[in-house]
């Protein structure tokens, strides 16, 4: 059975701070995934990473794939209360049809 | 992209009912899927609903518990039957897509999902 474990699990932060979130494995993945999930609706896709020591970014969000390929980080500079939900990882084995979400994080902004 | 549409939004049921869940997709979509998000939880697949074919369930989820229809290719339906109180999660409906070139750049689009209570 394939895990990602996210770290933190909660994450609650003023308006402006920088934060980092985990998401790791011991198994490899082809592609690795983020999405958000704000209340009452379904994750939306933010970034999907693919090659070892991948970094992309997204405006204040930057997203980095491990160089083996097991574990992702993403990175949110001055962050804002609209950046508040659900942190979803989610590696897609190869060989494998199906995505893996890891368990999550929840992160509150306060302004 | 793709918009699903998926109803109820919400519903609180008694214990021992059954709830149908509908998913209408505005595109056809060889694959569905069906995720469980337990409160406070990430998401667990519960099963694929195949075009013509019978849907192919995880580890965990059986059949007589969340029958699963697909009669078109953008329709599906999830029922959760003989409900008890640890069925209460939201239950989401899924498609993949493509955002770019290859498999591994395949991506979920979701429905807003389905808050299921059981009292």
């Known amino acids: 059975t394939q895990l990602l474990e996210q770290s933190p699990q909660f994450l609650s932060i003023q308006e402006g701070e920088n934060l980092t979130v985990y ?15 704000e209340p009452g609706e379904g994750p939306v896709l933010l970034v999907t990473v693919v090659t070892g020591g991948e970094v992309k970014k997204l405006k204040r969000l930057t997203f980095q794939f491990g160089d083996a390929r097991k574990d992702s980080s993403l990175h949110i500079t001055a962050a804002q209360t609209g950046d508040t939900g659900l942190y979803l990882c989610a590696g897609r084995s190869t060989g494998f049809q199906k995505l893996v979400f890891g368990t999550g994080t929840r992160l509150l902004v306060s302004p | 992209s793709a918009v699903i549409s998926q109803k109820p939004s919400r519903d609180i049921c008694q214990r021992g009912t059954s709830l149908t869940i509908q998913c209408q997709v505005d595109s056809q979509v060889t694959m569905m899927f069906w995720y469980r998000q337990q409160p406070g939880q990430s998401l667990t697949l519960i099963a694929t609903a195949n075009q013509g074919s019978e849907a192919t369930y995880e580890s965990g989820f059986v059949i007589d518990k969340f029958p699963i229809s697909r009669p078109n290719l953008t329709f599906s339906t999830l029922t959760v039957s003989n409900m008890s109180p640890e069925d209460s999660s939201i239950y989401l409906c899924s498609v993949g897509g493509v955002e770019g070139a290859g498999r591994r750049n395949e991506k979920l689009f979701f429905g807003s999902g389905t808050q299921l209570s059981v009292l």
Do not use: G, P
């Not at chain 1, 998401?23 to 999930?37: A, K, T």
């Open chain 1, 23 to 37: 998401c790791n494995s011991s198994s490899v993945f082809s592609s690795l995934q983020w999405y958000r999930q």
